[in-house]
């Protein structure tokens, strides 16, 4: 069944958490930009710990009815360790992106 996050399915490969994601509709955005996929998309995650304060995130996008070949992205995860830092709760308001950026949706 096809949904806006997909379908996730967890595994470990020796230390590297792998997630698969598969099952997206095609009614989403990679990005804030509006590049967009297939429902033929499938992400492909790893969480490799590097030290106890960092992670090593990559994602492989694999949409052969969008894309030419697959492609990853990859960035460290840090920690925050600052003394007085506090992780603030994010208000999510739902669909706030398709009211302000659904007129750039190619119909």
Known sequence: IESWMGNSRGRWDGDVLVVEVTDHNDRTWLDAA????????????RYTAVDANTLQYEATIDDAKTFAKPWTISMPL?????PDMQLMEYKCVEFAEELMYGHLRKQ
């Open 34 to 45: 509006g590049n967009f996929h297939s429902n033929a998309l499938k992400v492909t995650e």
């Open 78 to 82: 840090y920690r925050r360790r600052e």
